[in-house]
């Protein structure tokens, strides 16, 4: 098992920078991957491989990855972002996936 | 455009079984490995099954090994989860995954609700 830690809600105003975490022992070592989910829709993934963006996904989404910490950040938020945002890894020694157990965005 | 819908979600008694499908289109769907991902009312994302491209390999966590079968028709573009000896625990909404590459899931499906309850 890979325990995937993120705080529970994150508040940011408009226009300024959200960071999310997601903590792991040694999560540095594995690729990161971020899902955006809005009420009642499925998630979105909005980064992978700890950086990478699916194509439509704005740049002001990007991800960092080192040692303990993987971290979601969103510039210039706006009422768009809010949203559940999680983080996931593979464990490809066991070939199991692994979700953090989720971030409430909120923009006041 | 990729797409994906699911089907089969139903209210059941604890005990019973329940299958749901996956139909995809607008991708080679034997080229990819798919899964099946959960999340219980008002929690967070499980993971619950994962299949590859071909159908030969598949793996669950340790907590499902046994209860929960993945499967694929790629003649049918259709993925299927059996489910059973259902308990309340297992009631979630259930997603369907193309995975992106092995390690993450690039399209979800709009998901399916199961619900086990007497």
Request: some cysteine; aromatic content about 10%; hydrophobic content about 35%.
């Given at each position: 098992?890979?325990?995937?830690?993120?705080?529970?809600?994150?508040?940011?105003?408009?226009?300024?920078?959200?960071?999310?975490t997601c903590g792991g022992d040694k999560i540095g070592t594995k690729s990161v991957h971020w899902y955006q989910q809005k009420p009642g829709e499925a998630p979105v993934l909005v980064v992978f491989?700890?950086?990478a963006r699916p194509s439509g996904i704005p740049e002001r989404y990007s991800g960092a990855n080192a040692a303990n910490t993987a971290?979601?950040?969103?510039?210039?938020?706006?009422?768009?972002?809010?949203?559940?945002?999680?983080?996931?890894?593979?464990?490809?020694?066991g070939d199991h996936w692994f979700f953090g157990g989720g971030t409430k965005l909120t923009v006041l | 455009e990729v797409q994906l819908l699911e089907s089969g979600g139903d209210l059941v008694q604890p005990g019973e079984s329940q299958?749901?499908?996956?139909?995809?289109?607008?991708?080679?769907?034997?080229?990819?490995?798919?899964?099946?991902?959960?999340?219980?009312?008002?929690k967070g994302l499980e993971?619950?099954?994962?299949?590859?491209?071909?159908?030969?390999?598949?793996?669950y966590p340790d907590s499902l090994k046994g209860r929960f079968t993945i499967s694929r028709d790629n003649s049918k573009n259709t993925l299927y989860l059996q489910m059973n000896n259902l308990r309340g625990g297992d009631t979630a909404i259930y997603y369907c995954a193309k995975h992106r590459s092995l390690a993450n899931f690039g399209s979800w499906g709009p998901g399916v609700l199961v619900t086990v309850s007497p």
């Amino acid at each position: 098992s890979f325990a995937l830690a993120q705080p529970p809600s994150v508040s940011v105003a408009p226009g300024q920078t959200a960071t999310i975490t997601c903590g792991g022992d040694k999560i540095g070592t594995k690729s990161v991957h971020w899902y955006q989910q809005k009420p009642g829709e499925a998630p979105v993934l909005v980064v992978f491989d700890d950086s990478a963006r699916p194509s439509g996904i704005p740049e002001r989404y990007s991800g960092a990855n080192a040692a303990n910490t993987a971290t979601l950040t969103i510039s210039r938020v706006d009422a768009g972002d809010e949203a559940d945002y999680f983080c996931q890894v593979w464990d490809s020694d066991g070939d199991h996936w692994f979700f953090g157990g989720g971030t409430k965005l909120t923009v006041l | 455009e990729v797409q994906l819908l699911e089907s089969g979600g139903d209210l059941v008694q604890p005990g019973e079984s329940q299958r749901l499908s996956c139909a995809a289109s607008g991708f080679t769907f034997s080229d990819y490995a798919m899964s099946w991902v959960r999340q219980a009312p008002g929690k967070g994302l499980e993971w619950v099954s994962t299949i590859s491209g071909t159908g030969k390999t598949s793996y669950y966590p340790d907590s499902l090994k046994g209860r929960f079968t993945i499967s694929r028709d790629n003649s049918k573009n259709t993925l299927y989860l059996q489910m059973n000896n259902l308990r309340g625990g297992d009631t979630a909404i259930y997603y369907c995954a193309k995975h992106r590459s092995l390690a993450n899931f690039g399209s979800w499906g709009p998901g399916v609700l199961v619900t086990v309850s007497p």
